[in-house]
């Protein structure tokens, strides 16, 4: 009787293994840079520290939970509604957030403030896992509600044309 090895090399496994590692490596979207979604609003009549003062109690009221980045902007973050989970192969993450990330710019000749908001989704809120996902439309369009009650109901006396927002891809 011949001593055969356990484990014997066989090369069309060989290469059927090497190829399921290097697809699984080639679809991980590991340091993918996420494309950016901005809304940007411009106030006239209002100073940058007034609507960055009635923006943040806004949102405030609005059950958002807030933090500050590494660059010391504000972030916000609200948790998503029960049909945003985002799948990682055959689990499910309930846990997604969608993140408003405000700037501000005024330009004190024509006296308008700029409002620039990044829209994104994130999961794992605060923790070294957390992770930056794409928004889709109807993201796009509650962050766009979420602004217009923002403006009709902290900002009654600026005028309807001096609202623009737009969504940049």
């Given at each position: 009787?011949?001593?055969?090895?356990?484990?014997t090399f066989s090369f069309p496994l060989f290469f059927l293994i090497m190829a399921c590692c290097g697809l699984i490596?080639?679809?991980?979207?590991?340091?993918?840079?996420?494309p950016q979604k901005n809304l940007t609003y411009?106030?006239?009549?209002?100073?940058?520290?007034?609507?960055?003062?009635?923006?943040?109690?806004?949102?405030?009221?609005k059950n958002f939970l807030t933090s500050e980045s590494r660059e010391g902007t504000m972030r916000f973050d609200r948790k998503g509604s029960h049909w945003d989970a985002v799948k990682y192969g055959s689990f499910l993450e309930p846990a997604v957030w969608l993140r408003l990330e405000p700037t501000f710019n005024e330009d004190k000749e024509s006296m308008q403030t700029t409002l620039s908001i990044k829209v994104s989704l994130i999961t794992h809120?605060?923790?070294s896992l957390e992770e930056e996902i794409t928004p889709g439309k109807h993201h796009?369009?509650?962050?766009?509600?979420?602004?217009?009650y923002f403006e009709r109901m902290m900002l009654p006396s600026v005028s309807s044309d001096t609202t623009s927002p737009t969504s940049e891809d």
């Open positions: 009787m011949r001593n055969q090895s356990l484990f490596a080639c679809q991980t979207p590991y340091g993918k840079k996420v411009h106030y006239t009549g209002w100073p940058e520290k007034s609507v960055k003062r009635l923006l943040f109690q806004y949102l405030d009221s809120r605060l923790s796009m369009e509650e962050a766009n509600e979420i602004l217009g």
